[in-house]
């Protein structure tokens, strides 16, 4: 297991890395979208943004995106993120951020019998922020990735659909402790 390979009582500070901020890429294009003044638009598979950024104190970071799927075929988004040019665990490799999808209406028809009737959905449209995480179920947490005290490199990857992304956050992992323990 990754997290086991690793020995951390320090909470670090949070990194936000805009998309205004990056480094370049390949195929990723800037522009404004929604409440995004200089967001990065992903159109192809395996086109590329990367940020530099420090560390200040070694430690798990939990990662967050903020991102806008683009209207396409409606399958979620696929992504995957290197840091300092590999994956640290090989759930990197494959990330799925999910599109949100609301009803059409609020109104509910009834069939024959009375019962409701769901309606149409439509995608929600905009930026949500969602953590990196296993989207089987199988673990509840976010994706969490040490990182020594330095300077680090980030590679933003993108797989299949299009999307639009603000930024990546990097936010410092504080285990909740149990009662037992307190």
Same mark, same amino acid.
């Given at each position: 297991n990754y997290l086991k390979g690793f020995q951390?009582?320090?909470?670090?500070?949070k990194v936000v890395l805009k998309s205004e901020n990056a480094l370049g890429?390949?195929?990723?294009?800037t522009l404004s979208y929604a409440d995004c003044e200089?967001?990065? $638009?992903?159109t192809h598979s395996g086109s590329f943004a990367e940020w530099n950024f420090d560390i200040e104190k070694s430690a798990f970071y939990e990662? *967050?995106?903020t991102y806008a799927p683009l209207r396409s075929n409606g399958y979620d988004v696929n992504i995957s993120l290197q840091f300092d040019g590999k994956?640290?665990?090989?759930?990197?490799?494959?990330?799925?951020l999910s599109r949100f999808w609301k009803n059409s209406t609020d109104e509910f028809e009834k069939d024959k019998n009375g019962n409701d009737i769901a309606p $149409?959905?439509?995608m929600v449209e905009g930026f949500v922020t969602d953590s990196a995480?296993?989207?089987t179920g199988i673990v509840l947490k976010p *994706?969490?990735?040490y990182l020594e005290q330095g300077s680090h490199r980030v590679r933003l990857i993108s797989g299949s659909e299009a999307f639009v992304l603000c930024s990546v956050t990097l936010t410092p992992y504080n285990e909740v402790k149990s009662y037992s323990d307190i």
């Open positions: 951390s009582s320090d909470v670090g500070t890429g390949n195929s990723a294009k200089k967001a990065l $638009e992903f990662i *967050y995106l994956y640290p665990f090989s759930a990197l490799e494959d990330i799925t $149409e959905q439509e995480e296993d989207k *994706y969490r990735v």
